[in-house]
């Protein structure tokens, strides 16, 4: 088979992880190797469906001795399937690499034979990579459950980035839907990372030349409207996997009807639920760098999202009593609860209002959302000249704000001559 | 009393305006306009026409890090690379600011003299940070070949970004906007002026990459998630005619640009 056509076969079915980012790590290139990787990580390039494309994101191999239902590479499948050996994928990632096309390597892998020979595989091409091609770049790898944990520590030496999906939100989804994968042979490898990780750095604390166990952290995603979990289920899940995994990201990927399995939703007029994976990123933003906790977000009375509205002005609209808050004194965490306000404008204002007192106009230049924020602030103690709104007045303002994301279809242009019935 | 208001002539580079600021301090005349060689209207106020005096642009610029601080001197080094329409005026209005002031003035975000220059540097880096991405370089007989059409001067920024990726490498790389280019060889380095850039064509191995990149890309898109709004969003199409994965034409080596003078083809109806 071409290289071509294996890159096709492999590249397509591997586009439906979403955990792919290039961040977390700043090494800066040494003379003898190829590449260098940066803290806030890369862009290369847009894909039409306008996600990222930072890093080569591939499959090792698409056959599977697996079987689950949500997944386009499932054994019952028919479709065709190929594999890399590992010094076509290494010529591959260098010559895109040279190229400046990506920033790095994504591997993951279906079950080929069991885990062990899987990651054995991976392993191999990473060591190639990084030994003999002398590859700085990025290197995100997929740990697979159910692997040794001492070939999974293998892998975490030689890639930047390690993650392991817990696939679908709750243990019962998983048994229903993927009956070869269980919820502990998820959880244990995100373990033994979180502690490879923790203690690797406490060794470099020590010594300098300590190997680097997955410097960039570890992420995981989850299938989002394939079962019936609630945004609540979702986000507390979320929460505790940063609590106790100390993951860098969880991402979230809509459903895509990719199976006629009677256990999921049919494909038929299906419709992704794209908005819904947008709020719930917004809500993982709240989480990681807004200070919010889960059960803050959403409650028992509210399970899921409001779609019609980002999850900070729902949150600051139960919570009016919070408002309005005053711009000169308030601290950090309170400018970050303002809708209209972001980490960056909060952190300009607190440097701002060191200078002199900030007005409305003032704000503007730094970059606050003020027809969003206007509502809820105060600045020396005035609110903003010829504001009058009711609590019911605000709800239409915020909502009106929005409607272009929340429109089910595209206004269309009236004409005289079509549809003259 | 006030300094006379004067037009300042300089050559265009960064030494060359440290030396009009020396000369505007030295005689107590305020410049209202700066003129370089290519521009050719005339002013209204009296010409001053300035040398470029390497001692006295040192002098100037030794002076920053103690009177701007830190951040001041760099968004004033960075501020003179950005595309800002009369970038000399803001900088002279942010430098006397400073110099009056001292390094606290960097913090008043609401200034428009700060806001302004801040935005412009803001620009510059983030333009800078997309380039770093968008980038594309072939190989042509061993040398990484790239060119770019950014709205401001980027080389600079992205100079230290790709000799420390490819520390081994030798290579090109094209400003079509301002005329200049990035040469890189391991230990070396220049940015020069550049009046005509024809790279050879591409070998059949240049080939075969830019092929399998082209069908990585079409592929890894998930049909049923199409967003080209979302794309244009964080890649705008005036990036794209640099791009590997949107040139039909592989078998030239770079793209040649649309002649402003012929008419733009539509899509073919």
Known sequence: MELLDKLNILADAAKYDAACTSSGLDRSGRPGTVGSTMMAGCCHSFSADGRCISLLKVLFTN????????????RSNDLPRAAFTPRELCELTMGFYRRNYIEGLFLSSAVIQNPDYTTEQMIETLRLLREEYRFGGYIHAKAIPGANPLLTYRLGLLADRLSV?????SAQSLSLLAPDKKKWAILAPMGQIRDGISVSKQERRLCRH??????????????????????RHILSLTQGLYDKYQLKRVFYSAYMPVSTSPLLPAPQGFQPPLLREHRLYQADWLLRFYHFRAEEILDEGQPDLDLRMDPKCCWAL???????????????????????????????ILTARRVGPLTFEGLKRLGVVLKRAQYFLTCSGRPLR?????EDGLLRHLLALEAPATLSQEPVQLSLFDSAG | MPWTQVCCCYDGSFPGFLSCVFESYVHKEEPVEFRTPEDLSCSLYPQRTIQTHPAHAQRVYRSLEGKLGREGRELFVRGFLTCLPEKELWLWRFLRMGYDRGPSFTRNLTDPTVDTVRRAVQHLNSEAHQY??????????????????????????????????YPGENLVLHDRTHHEALFSRPREWAILPVEDFHPGPPGEEELQYRKLWRSFYDTIAIEGR???????????????AMMTEFQKDWDTALPELPDASSPQKGPLV
Request: proline share 8%.
């Open chain 1, 165 to 169: 999906n817990i696939e679908l939100p």
């Open chain 2, 226 to 240: 199409y967003n080209p709004k979302c794309r244009m969003t964080h890649m705008p199409k005036r990036y794209w």
């Open chain 1, 386 to 390: 010829g504001l009058h709104v009711t």
């Open chain 2, 132 to 165: 770093k991405g968008f980038t594309r370089f072939s190989e042509l007989h061993g040398i990484l070949v790239g060119e770019i059409e950014p709205k401001n001067r980027v080389l600079p920024l992205l100079r230290p970004h790709f000799r420390g990726r």
């Open chain 1, 318 to 348: 139960r919570h009016l009593e919070f408002f309005p808050v005053e711009v000169n004194r308030a601290d950090y965490e309170a400018l970050l609860r303002v809708p209209g306000i972001g980490v960056r404008s909060a952190r300009r």
């Open chain 1, 210 to 231: 300590a190997p680097r166990f997955a410097p960039a952290g570890q992420s995981t995603q989850m299938i989002v409207g394939a079962t019936g979990e609630s945004d």
């Open chain 1, 63 to 74: 056959y599977c001795v697996y079987d689950c239902q949500y997944c386009v590479n499932r």
